[in-house]
């Protein structure tokens, strides 16, 4: 698979040729540029970086590039180990770093790694910055450092510990509650490091623990990303346990899905919609999310005299906005919980503590929370289009087909009807549009999203 380079950080497929795959000399390269990016940015001449990893096999090896290569630069490293994205993010401003590396390639499956650059508010480095950072891998502008400079090099493994203790002293986390319920929960964290950090989290809480690929071993047993299809151990271990709740998340415990007491999916959609119920009850403000998630947190907000706001999707576009309305909720569709009382990033361990305050103040088992949810189904197709086609004209097109409904053009093309909604976004690197529609069935869903194709076809 090719190497991907983004604003974000650069992830690809372990082994093969450099620049093509994510090879030893890819990660020196990108690890240099961001660590010289870093000094050439910094007032300072001591930095140092925290970085974290997940458990998938190459990590090691990866890490032990990164760790190597800042200390060549000159930069001190505080190894956190293996670690979960959100702790990397609790810990840098902690350890008052200037930044973090999380070695993760989130729900991609075992083959694949990645770099994840923070700044030194432990949040992902902006489009500008990202910019900057692969201009200097290109270049290869580095200064290494001589003997007497490198960086120091030290270890950690308190990071769960500080992580978890900031998430019980939030105000909004009511552990007593939760100890009250003695809740039995199901945890599947696909042999990653959520399999260390969210059994931690529970049993702090009081509840049940029943482990589901807990091992951090780095050996996935099923694809990581947390969507229904890849979860039937969990929805049928749910029913032979009699468990409460079922938690799955990603190898790196950024998106949090969650499974009722009868073994269905709560709808990763919903993870966000439920969190934000609890909260917005409590304190009346803005919640966010990206364009291409559910309606259904517009309608919660709003039914509790809030206000909702949608960003371009893209996790660092959803914290911006999250600022800029000073939210008291935000995140993503895919299970992604940003609570800013704690920081801002998506976290599955807040989320898993704020969800279950919900559950026991709520006095409802899952399925009966949910239902009092709106159910909204969601269809995802594409139209795969010529290279010579201009796809940025075919979407002006698009917008003025349909001007007379609610339009947003923040990224690419989102159509708001009354009933639905259609989301029109091109691909980056192919010539694609990808079609996201939500409707009150998966049938509406499926023929908004062929529906528009058909009209996509016509305008060519």
């Given at each position: 698979?090719?190497?991907?380079?983004?604003?974000?950080?650069?992830?690809?497929?372990?082994?093969?040729?450099?620049?093509?795959?994510?090879?030893?000399l890819d990660v020196v390269k990108f690890t240099s540029a961001f660590g010289t990016w870093l000094q050439n940015?910094?007032?300072?001449?001591?930095?140092?970086?925290?970085?974290?990893?997940?458990?998938?096999?190459?990590?090691?090896?990866?890490?032990?590039?990164?760790?190597?290569?800042?200390?060549?630069?000159?930069?001190?490293?505080?190894?956190?180990?293996?670690?979960?994205?959100?702790?990397?993010?609790?810990?840098?401003?902690?350890?008052?770093?200037?930044?973090?590396?999380?070695?993760?390639?989130?729900?991609?499956?075992?083959?694949?790694?990645?770099?994840?650059?923070?700044?030194?508010?432990?949040?992902?480095?902006?489009?500008?910055?990202?910019?900057?950072?692969?201009?200097?891998?290109?270049?290869?502008?580095?200064?290494?450092?001589?003997?007497?400079?490198?960086?120091?090099?030290?270890?950690?493994?308190?990071?769960?510990?500080?992580?978890?203790?900031?998430?019980?002293?939030?105000?909004?986390?009511?552990?007593?509650?939760?100890?009250?319920?003695?809740?039995?929960?199901?945890?599947?964290?696909?042999?990653?490091?959520?399999?260390?950090?969210?059994?931690?989290?529970?049993?702090?809480?009081?509840?049940?623990?029943?482990?589901?690929?807990?091992?951090?071993?780095?050996?996935?047993?099923?694809?990581?990303?947390?969507?229904?299809?890849?979860?039937?151990?969990?929805?049928?271990?749910m029913k032979t346990e009699k468990a409460d709740v079922g938690i799955v998340v990603d190898p790196d415990v950024?998106?949090?899905?969650?499974?009722?007491?009868?073994?269905?999916?709560?709808?990763?959609?919903?993870?966000?919609?439920?969190?934000?119920?609890?909260?917005?009850?409590?304190?009346?403000?803005?919640?966010?999310?990206?364009?291409?998630?559910?309606?259904?947190?517009?309608?919660?907000?709003?039914?509790?005299?809030?206000?909702?706001?949608?960003?371009?999707?893209?996790?660092?576009?959803?914290?911006?906005?999250?600022?800029?309305?000073?939210?008291?909720?935000?995140?993503?569709?895919?299970?992604?919980?940003?609570?800013?009382?704690?920081?801002?990033?998506?976290?599955?361990?807040?989320?898993?503590?704020?969800?279950?305050?919900?559950?026991?103040?709520?006095?409802?088992?899952?399925?009966?929370?949910?239902?009092?949810?709106?159910?909204?189904?969601?269809?995802?197709?594409?139209?795969?289009?010529?290279?010579?086609?201009?796809?940025?004209?075919?979407?002006?097109?698009?917008?003025?087909?349909?001007?007379?409904?609610?339009?947003?053009?923040?990224?690419?093309?989102?159509?708001?009807?009354?009933?639905?909604?259609?989301?029109?976004?091109?691909?980056?690197?192919?010539?694609?549009?990808?079609?996201?529609?939500?409707?009150?069935?998966?049938?509406?869903?499926?023929?908004?999203?062929?529906?528009?194709?058909?009209?996509?076809?016509?305008?060519?």
């Amino acid at each position: 698979m090719p190497l991907i380079k983004s604003i974000s950080g650069i992830r690809g497929t372990i082994g093969g040729k450099v620049d093509e795959n994510l090879t030893p000399l890819d990660v020196v390269k990108f690890t240099s540029a961001f660590g010289t990016w870093l000094q050439n940015n910094k007032n300072k001449k001591d930095l140092t970086l925290v970085v974290g990893r997940d458990a998938r096999i190459s990590g090691l090896m990866v890490n032990s590039l990164v760790t190597a290569t800042l200390q060549g630069l000159g930069i001190n490293v505080v190894d956190l180990g293996l670690s979960t994205t959100p702790t990397v993010e609790v810990m840098v401003p902690e350890l008052n770093a200037d930044g973090g590396i999380i070695l993760t390639a989130s729900h991609n499956p075992k083959q694949w790694n990645a770099l994840k650059l923070l700044n030194e508010k432990g949040e992902f480095i902006n489009g500008e910055n990202g910019t900057d950072v692969l201009a200097l891998a290109e270049s290869q502008d580095f200064n290494y450092a001589e003997v007497d400079d490198l960086g120091q090099y030290e270890t950690r493994n308190d990071g769960f510990d500080i992580h978890i203790q900031k998430i019980l002293d939030l105000p909004m986390v009511d552990a007593e509650a939760i100890k009250a319920k003695k809740f039995k929960v199901v945890v599947d964290a696909v042999n990653s490091t959520g399999g260390i950090a969210i059994p931690q989290l529970l049993e702090e809480l009081g509840c049940e623990v029943v482990k589901l690929y807990c091992e951090p071993n780095g050996d996935f047993p099923h694809n990581p990303e947390p969507i229904k299809e890849h979860l039937g151990d969990i929805c049928e271990l749910m029913k032979t346990e009699k468990a409460d709740v079922g938690i799955v998340v990603d190898p790196d415990v950024d998106r949090l899905a969650l499974v009722d007491e009868n073994g269905e999916l709560f709808g990763e959609e919903y993870t966000l919609v439920a969190v934000a119920d609890y909260l917005l009850r409590h304190q009346k403000g803005a919640a966010i999310s990206n364009l291409s998630s559910s309606r259904a947190l517009r309608d919660v907000a709003r039914n509790l005299g809030s206000e909702y706001f949608a960003s371009a999707v893209g996790e660092v576009n959803v914290v911006t906005l999250m600022k800029e309305k000073n939210a008291v909720i935000g995140g993503e569709g895919n299970g992604g919980i940003i609570y800013p009382e704690l920081h801002y990033g998506r976290d599955s361990l807040v989320g898993v503590a704020l969800f279950l305050t919900h559950l026991a103040k709520e006095n409802k088992i899952v399925s009966e929370l949910r239902a009092t949810y709106p159910s909204y189904f969601m269809g995802k197709k594409k139209i795969e289009l010529t290279p010579d086609i201009d796809v940025d004209s075919l979407l002006t097109k698009m917008e003025n087909e349909y001007q007379t409904e609610d339009i947003s053009t923040i990224d690419g093309v989102k159509i708001d009807f009354e009933n639905n909604w259609v989301h029109l976004r091109k691909s980056n690197t192919e010539p694609i549009i990808r079609i996201y529609t939500e409707a009150f069935s998966q049938e509406e869903a499926d023929r908004l999203g062929d529906q528009m194709i058909e009209k996509i076809k016509s305008l060519i």
